[in-house]
């Protein structure tokens, strides 16, 4: 069986052929960055910011590689954390039938896990104050 399919382009997409193993031609679009189509209101708020930032003489400052580095270890330590975490959760609702309890523990896992994210944060504004 032979499927075929067109490369077209219709304003704001761009479609291009990709044969897959049996043969056939899929169809993929995407979207063209033009500067005629309309902005988005969170692409026109973030362009205000920019240049509010700009005019006021703030800068930018984009991590370094140690910077991203450290960051990608402390988000791999809280998914490990968040996993821990989830896992004894889990085994504990199913040892536990009172309905009281087990809002407790429900209520604990969500302090618990508020209590990780915070602590990610505040690792990940140090890390970022550190390269001011």
Same mark, same amino acid.
Do not use: N, P, W
């Given at each position: 069986m032979a499927c075929t399919g067109n490369f077209f382009s219709r304003g704001d997409t761009t479609a291009s052929p990709i044969a897959d193993r049996s043969g056939c031609t899929? !169809? !993929?679009?995407?979207?063209?960055?033009d500067e005629d189509r309309p902005k988005s209101a969170l692409e026109l708020?973030?362009?205000r910011l920019r240049q509010k930032d700009a005019d006021s003489g703030e800068v930018e400052a984009l991590p370094t590689d140690a910077q991203k580095a450290a960051i990608a270890e402390a988000r791999s330590l809280h998914a490990s954390k968040v996993a821990? @975490?989830?896992? @004894?959760?889990?085994?504990?609702? @199913?040892? !536990?039938?009172?309905p009281a309890e *087990?809002?407790?523990a429900e209520d604990g896992y969500r302090r618990e896990l508020g209590r990780l994210n915070e602590e990610?944060? *505040?690792?990940?504004?140090?890390?970022? *104050?550190?390269?001011?």
């Open positions: 899929i !169809v !993929v679009y995407t979207l063209r960055m708020a973030m362009e821990e @975490l989830e896992i @004894l959760h889990r085994s504990k609702m @199913l040892t !536990v039938f009172d *087990r809002v407790q990610l944060e *505040r690792k990940i504004g140090k890390i970022r *104050r550190k390269g001011d």
